[in-house]
């Protein structure tokens, strides 16, 4: 009945958190999801962990991370999704220009070394409210960490330097090279 539909749509409406896990949605449930934020802003927390989510995925979220967006998300929680670098190159178009979210978790998503430039994007962004950047368990080797965490050192947000995680295990040689950047 009419009545069932317009309840349930507003149930919809009402709700602030969205979150998959290992529900398989892949690139299209995450369309599908985008499109649903499109005309829901009031959704302020997205978890979409462990869905298979590839650089694809990441072209359709950059629309609602993006600033002309409707959307109104603070929370951003990605992990164990496969779209490594080339997905957080997507990404990183809307959330360098984002000054909404102040949580970022990308664990375990395959990121390399290439995507450390996608980071150094991300927070950069001098009207950011970003708080909390996570990347643990991800591969960015000595030069991805050094050139994430000298942003991190020049940056005048003392919020974000404490906060700021990335659970990388890199070499000796690297954490002296880093010692010396800073």
């Given at each position: 009945p009419k009545h069932y539909l317009k309840h349930s749509e507003r149930k919809l409406l009402t709700r602030q958190v969205y979150q998959t896990r290992r529900t398989g949605c892949e690139d299209e449930g995450v369309r599908s999801i985008c499109n649903f934020l499109a005309v829901c802003?009031?959704?302020?927390?997205?978890?979409?962990?462990?869905?298979?989510?590839?650089p694809l995925?990441?072209?359709?979220?950059?629309?609602?991370?993006?600033?002309?967006s409707s959307a109104n998300l603070m929370h951003l929680k990605l992990d164990h999704n496969t779209f490594g670098s080339e997905g957080l190159k997507y990404l990183a178009?809307?959330?360098?220009?984002?000054?909404?979210?102040?949580?970022?978790?990308?664990?375990?998503?395959?990121i390399d070394e290439t995507g450390a430039r996608s980071c150094f994007e991300i927070l950069i962004n001098s009207k950011s409210l970003l708080e909390d950047f996570s990347l643990n368990g991800n591969h960015l080797g000595n030069k991805g960490v050094i050139t994430v965490y000298k942003v991190l050192s020049a940056s005048n947000d003392q919020r974000l330097r404490e906060r700021h995680r990335s659970g990388e295990n890199f070499t000796a040689e690297g954490i002296e090279l880093f010692l010396q950047k800073i």
């Open positions: 802003p009031n959704v302020i927390i997205l978890e979409l962990l462990d869905n298979g989510i590839t995925g990441c072209q359709f979220l950059n629309n609602v991370i993006a600033p002309e178009e809307g959330l360098s220009r984002n000054c909404y979210i102040t949580l970022i978790s990308m664990n375990y998503c395959n």
